[in-house]
C-alpha cells in the first residue's frame, strides 16, 4: 500500500474518536518562522521528508506527484502524532501570515479549539501577535506558545545563560500580559496564560529543527545548558535527532489543546445564539456524530477538476456524500457530492466525515466562506467579525 494510502486510512480510523483529534492552528506575526515549523511538523509526522529545507511532498507513490514536486503549501492538512501510548488525529489549518489576512485568519480560527502561537525570540511579540492571540480568544481558541529562532540568541547574538533567560522570560510575560488583557472580561476562559512550568510554552529553532519544553528536557534527559552547548558547537543535526521540535510542539498540542469534546461545550455558546436548550445545542455540546448535521465553512477553495471545495468544522452529525444540506442565507438545498479531508494539500476523498472533524466538501455551490450548512433549518453561527491590524496613523 502506498504510504499516502496508509496515512488516510490511519486518518479515517481516528476521525471517529473525537477524544483523540486536535484542530489547530499556527499563528504568528509575519516571518516568525511558521512555514518552516510547519515544515518541521508535516515531516515528524512522516507526511514528507525530513531532508533539509527542500522538503519535498513524499505523499505519494505515484510518479507525476513526485514528478510535480508538489510541495506543502496547504491550506490545511491532517496528520498522525502518537502521544502517550495513543494515536491522535491532528488536523491543522493554516493562517495566511500577511497582514491583510486578518479576515481569513479569523475565519481559520472558526474551525479550531487549540492556536499555537510563534513568536521570533530576537524580535518578540509584534502587533501581528496581539491581533492573531485576539482573534483566537475571541473565538474561545486556546493559545499556546512557541518561541522560535532560538539557535539565533545562543549561536548569533552569543547571549549568556541568564541573558537568554531573560529575554525569554520576557517574550513570556508580554504574551500573558496581551492574554490577560484580552480575556479578563470573558467569564467563561479561567486562566489562558502560558508557562514553562505547565508545559504551555515551548522554544527551539524550526530552522534547525530542535526544540526544547519542560516535559520534553524530563523525556530526553537533555537540559538547556547541554542544548546550548550542542548549538554553539554547530552540532545541530545530533540535537535535532535527541530533542526532534516535532516531538515538542506535537506533544504540547495533544496535551494541552483540548479535544472537540472538551471545546465544544465551551465554544459553541461563543458562536452561535440559537436556542441552547434544543437537541440541536445538545447534538453541538456533544459532538454526536449521530445528530442532525452541522457544518461552519470556513473557506472556499478552487479545485481544477473539483471546482469549488467548501472547507470547515463539523459540529455535530456526519457529512456524506448524498446529503441535501440547507445553506444559510440561501433558499434551496445544496446535495453533497462528495467529502473528504486535507492531506499536504491535497483533498483526500473518504466515505464520511464525523462531527469534531475538519472537512472539505464539494456540491455545496451556495456556500461561502462563513456559512452554516446543516441537515435541518437552524440559527446560523455568527458572523465572523474580522479584526484587522492595529492601524498606525500619522497626525
Ligand atoms: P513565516 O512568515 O512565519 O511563515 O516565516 P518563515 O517560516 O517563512 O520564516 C521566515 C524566515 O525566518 C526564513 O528565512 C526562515 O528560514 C527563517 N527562520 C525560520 N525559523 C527559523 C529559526 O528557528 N532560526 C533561524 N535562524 N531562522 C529561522
Known sequence: MGRRKKIVQECETLMDKPENIRNIAIAAHVDHGKTTLTDNLLAGAGMIADEGEATKLMMDTE??????????????????????????????????????????????????????????????????????????????????LFINKVDRLISELQEGPEEMQERLLAVIRDVNELIRGMTEEMDDIDDWTVSVEDGTVGFGSALYKWGVSMPSMQRTGMDFGEIMELERADKRQELHERTPLSDVVLDMVCEHFPNPIDAQPMRVPRIWRGDDESELAEDMRLVDENGEVVLMVTDIGIDPHAGEIAAGRVFSGTLEKGQELYVSGTAGKNRVQSVGIYMGGEREEVEKVPAGNIAAVTGLKDAIAGSTVSSVEMTPFESIEHISEPVITKS
Do not use: C
Not at 73 to 97: C, F, K, Q, R, W
Not at 118 to 131: K, L
Open 63 to 144: 510518479e507525476d506527484e513526485q514528478e510535480r514536486g508538489i510541495t506543502i503549501d496547504a491550506a490545511n492538512v491532517s496528520m498522525t502524532h502518537e502521544y502517550e501510548d495513543t494515536n491522535h488525529l491532528i488536523n491543522l489549518i493554516d493562517t495566511p501570515g500577511h497582514v491583510d489576512f486578518g479576515g481569513d485568519v479569523t475565519r481559520a480560527m472558526r474551525a479550531v479549539d487549540g492556536a499555537l502561537v510563534v513568536v521570533d525570540a530576537v524580535e518578540g511579540a509584534m502587533p501581528q501577535t496581539e491581533t492573531v492571540l485576539r482573534q483566537a480568544l475571541r473565538e474561545g481558541v486556546k493559545p499556546t
